[in-house]
């Protein structure tokens, strides 16, 4: 085949080494530290390119327009500022409720606790009402007319007496025949009784009071015993 062609033989491998050969690409490192500066004077330059078009744009405006320019500018400055006082406004409006709340809250709980504790200075005047009752005897108030009408002063006191207190929120909590509450009642024995329903209260050791619906002193009760606890 060379001999045949003999010209075709030598430049054939001089066109294919000429079609195959390529230049190596070269990669320039660069350097990290100098990324930011290079960053920002791209951004300085764009921004004194901005700056030199709006000098420029400036330059061919008319007194009025530049007028009316300013003004404009001024208005968006002033409007800017406007919402930055209504939002601060609002946050002084918002806090400023919060503190009324919470100083209503902490002004309510300073009175409940000083009624609270005056109340429970008065339940043992109560008690005593009530234990001077339960010292009449039956036959002693059948038998004299002195210990009778001095039964109905002692009462009517009692019962004038805890009026008053009920006007004021001190309410009586006498809970017989109710089912037990534990956020109400304090029981201090039970008693098993077939007849009625466990975990009924059939006797009242102590009576208990509430203020304004908050418990303030429990019941002392006795509770019907389950016959399954046995």
């Known amino acids: 085949m060379s001999a045949l062609f003999p010209s075709m033989s030598r430049v054939a491998p001089r066109r294919l080494a000429t079609q195959v050969a390529f230049r190596p690409t070269v990669y320039r490192t660069v350097n990290p530290r100098t ?27 008319t007194e009025e327009q530049k007028k009316i320019k300013s003004l ?16 601060s ?23 409940d606790f000083a009624l609270q504790k005056f109340a429970k200075d008065l339940l043992e005047s109560v008690d005593n009402f009530g234990h001077a ?5 039956e036959e002693d108030l059948e038998k004299s007319k002195e210990i009778a009408d001095l039964y109905t002063g ?63 002193r429990p019941a002392k009760v006795g509770i019907v015993k389950s016959t399954d606890d046995n």
């Open 72 to 87: 404009q500018e001024e208005l968006s400055a002033k409007t800017k500022e406007a919402a930055e006082l209504k939002d």
């Open 154 to 216: 002692v009462r009517m006191t009692r019962d004038v007496f805890e009026k008053t207190l009920k006007k004021h929120g001190l309410e009586k909590l006498d809970p017989m025949g109710e089912t037990f509450d534990p956020n109400k009642h304090e029981a201090t024995f039970e008693v098993a009784q077939p007849d009625k329903e466990p975990g009924t209260v059939f006797h009242v050791q102590q009576v208990g009071f509430t203020l304004n619906d908050r418990v303030i």
């Open 35 to 61: 990324v930011p500066l290079m960053m920002r004077l791209y951004s300085d330059k764009a921004q004194e390119k901005s700056e030199k078009t709006e000098e420029n744009a400036n330059e061919n405006l």
């Open 89 to 111: 406004l609002l946050r002084s409006v918002a806090d400023f409720r919060n503190l009324q709340n919470i100083t209503k809250k902490d002004i309510q709980k300073a009175k």
């Open 133 to 137: 009752l339960s010292a009449f005897k």
